[in-house]
Structure formats: structure tokens, C-alpha cells
């Protein structure tokens, strides 16, 4: 997993005035925890970008004011209507402590399901799991290539060792669904072999 350099301001005051007068100079609040003491500070929102506008997962290398912390993103809040970037959580990562992370779920293979006209729906983007950081994949890859019209992959059906699914085991984060097109493909098909069926001889007796 790769790692993204940040680098920010400690917050000489924490609360709402200060908050406010950080995000108006483009400068979004954050906390760091889970280790021996929080750590308020700052950072550029642009500085962001390739960590939040982004749908790959990232490690962080934090230095603030000095101090290097090497940490997750644990949570980002965002403004209801604007969508600017309002506060972000980061947990410094400890040795031997397992973490909990969002990663992206990427198919592999093709379906003979989609080859016949069905839809591939994938119904999680990403997949919450708990395990330590170096046991963290950049992706966690579903095979796709045995799938027909109706079958899917449930989260019950994906191992990695070392990590802990968090997500409900009878959840569905992949199918193959029908469509119109593979209904009418299999509708031709039944009259193809009624009416072959209908044509054929029967033997005399």
C-alpha cells in the first residue's frame, strides 16, 4: 500500500472561531489519535487530493510542525450542501495494533453471465476490514470469471489472511443480473427447441 506526505500547522486554539477562520483560509481542522496524546492541527485542503478525491487507499506520512507520525484517514466530514472538506480524523498506526479501513473492491475475469447478457452489478464499492496495516491489500480482488446469469459473491465467500471482514457475511458485494436482452435470448432459445422438437419424426411402431 502506497503512502501519501502531508504536512501540518499545530492549532494554537481549538473550537469553533478558530475552526471557522482555518476553513476560510482554505485550511481544513484535523485531529490525530490513538496514540499516546491528540495531536490538533491543520492542513491545506489541496493538500488532500490524493488521499480523499481519490478511490485508491493510502497509508499517511505525517509531519507536524516537526513531528512525523505515520497514520490512517479514520474519518473526513464534508459541508451538506457545498461538499467542501469540514474536518479530518487520522489514527496514528502502532505497531502490532490492527486498524479498520475501507479498501476498494476490484472485479478480475470475465462472466460467462455477461457474456450470455447479463449485468454485472456491483453492489459495494468497498469492503471494511480490520487487521494490520502491512496486511492491507491496495484492492480486494473478486474472480468473476465463473459467474452466471443469477449467481453472485457474498462477503462470506472472500478470505484474506490476516484480515477481519467487518461487513454483514450474507451481504452481496457482486452479481450477475438478468436483463431483457438475456430473457429474450433464452425465450428464442425455448422456441428454438420446442419447434425443433415439434419436427421431429416419430418413430412407427
Avoid: W
Avoid at 58 to 79: C, M, P, R
Avoid at 115 to 120: C, D, E, M, Q
Amino acid at each position: 500500500m502506497k503512502s501519501v506526505s502531508i504536512s501540518g500547522s499545530p492549532r494554537a486554539n481549538v473550537g469553533k472561531t478558530d475552526a471557522s477562520a482555518l476553513r476560510n483560509s482554505k485550511r481544513v481542522p484535523c485531529v490525530l489519535y490513538g496514540g499516546k496524546d491528540q495531536v490538533h492541527f491543520s492542513v491545506l485542503e489541496a493538500d488532500f487530493k490524493d488521499l480523499i478525491y481519490t478511490p485508491h487507499v493510502s497509508t499517511v506520512d505525517l509531519d507536524v510542525d516537526g513531528k512525523k507520525f505515520k497514520a490512517i484517514i479514520q474519518e473526513a466530514q464534508f459541508h451538506a450542501v457545498k461538499d467542501n472538506l469540514l474536518h479530518v480524523d487520522f489514527l496514528e498506526i502502532i505497531a502490532g495494533k490492527p486498524v479498520t479501513m475501507n479498501i476498494p473492491v476490484r472485479t478480475t475475469g470475465t462472466s460467462p453471465g455477461v457474456r450470455n447478457g447479463g449485468k454485472l452489478n456491483k453492489k459495494l464499492k468497498t469492503l471494511r476490514v480490520k487487521g494490520l496495516v502491512e496486511k492491507m491489500p491496495d484492492t480486494i480482488d473478486i474472480a468473476i470469471n465463473t459467474l452466471e446469469i443469477g449467481q453472485g459473491v457474498r462477503v462470506s465467500d472472500i478470505a484474506i489472511e490476516g484480515l477481519t471482514f467487518l461487513n454483514a457475511s450474507n451481504i452481496t458485494v457482486v452479481s450477475v443480473q438478468t436483463t431483457r436482452a438475456a430473457v429474450a435470448e433464452e425465450t428464442k432459445a425455448a422456441a428454438a427447441g420446442a419447434k425443433g422438437a415439434a419436427a421431429k419424426p416419430v418413430a412407427k411402431k
